[in-house]
């Protein structure tokens, strides 16, 4: 028997949009797979048809060898025979139930003793002691977040799906509840599928990553293997890379390439089979800026150029740079005030040849 949820599927809507599905899910077993894209990427559609709230116009969808939608065969399971839980971006939570009645709701078919020992459980394991009796307008964003997610899991699934967990919460409870989510969903060992278009919460929810855009599944794979390794520059845009520009190449010496990006020349680790031209993908907070010339480094790429912006973005700063071609650096707001940075100031740009992405042309 197949152990994975299969999913090669396809959803088909009246203005011409189109979905496809094609990913594998390990089961059974603690594993988050993310769902990462832009709005309107078809992340949310895809949850759907594994959820059965939707019917695939072609494919199959399987889970451990059983078919739960075959659109040649017409066979569609409806949600209540999957056994997964499905918690959306708006909880609905009951507001007339206390916590506690709604952790045990849908747990009817339990005594009263093994519902009231279901809750307690429930209770513990996501710190929600004490609050039993509070209804959802009395509780915080994060206790609410952790009610609903509890409800979902009540009934033991077999596989979970969240769309967009936390976006309903601020960004300090975003940030807090992250590493509870993720410690929750390994303690249960419950196989996860995860929307979210923030890049932070799936690198740090994330085992596997699928990345959509425009309705189709791009590249998928480990997560940290595809945040670092982008297959197209759709991809690497998508995924939060700052800098995609395309470049030619002029040689491969020793495992490095010299490509001529704009007025500049770059060093990038060869990949292999290049071609004539690349995309050169580079992160901002892979390059470092000086001011005048730089101390000894590492760095094989050292590019003077000036900055035409300057953005602050929290504890950082955002520095667009023109270095014969269009640059950017992510850089702290202590950095850069002591370096004096400012529009219009001539610095050296340091980026390691490592640290370059390149994407073959062809």
Known sequence: MDPHLTCAAERRFPDGMRVEARFEIPTPGFSVTVLFGPSGSGKTTVLRLLAGLERPDAGRITCGGTAWAD?????????????????????????????AA??????????AAARTARVAELVALLGLEGLEDR?????????????????????????????????????????????????????????????????????QLGDRLVVMDGGRVCQEGEIQRVFDRPTDPTVARILGVETVVLGRVVDVTDGLATLAVGEARILAADPGSLGTRAYVCIRGEDV????????????RNRLRGRITALLPEGPLVRLTLDCGFPLESLVTRHACTDLGLVEGEAVTALLKASAIHLIPHD
Do not use: I
């Open 135 to 203: 209804h959802p307008a009395q509780l915080s964003g994060g206790q609410r977040q952790r009610a609903a997610l509890g409800r979902t899991l009540a009934r033991r699934p077999s596989l979970l799906l969240l769309d967009e967990p936390l976006s309903a919460l601020d960004r300090p409870a975003q940030l807090r509840l992250r590493q509870e989510l993720r410690q929750v969903l390994r303690r249960l060992e419950v196989p996860t599928v995860l929307v979210t278009h923030d890049r932070a919460e799936a690198l």
């Open 288 to 299: 470092l800026v000086e001011r005048g010339e730089p101390g000894p480094s590492t760095a």
């Open 102 to 111: 709604n952790l045990a709701y849908g747990l009817g078919g339990l005594s």
């Open 71 to 99: 659109a040649e065969k017409g066979r569609h399971l409806p949600p209540q025979a999957r056994n997964l839980g499905f918690l959306s971006q708006a909880y609905d939570l009951f507001p007339h139930l206390s916590l």
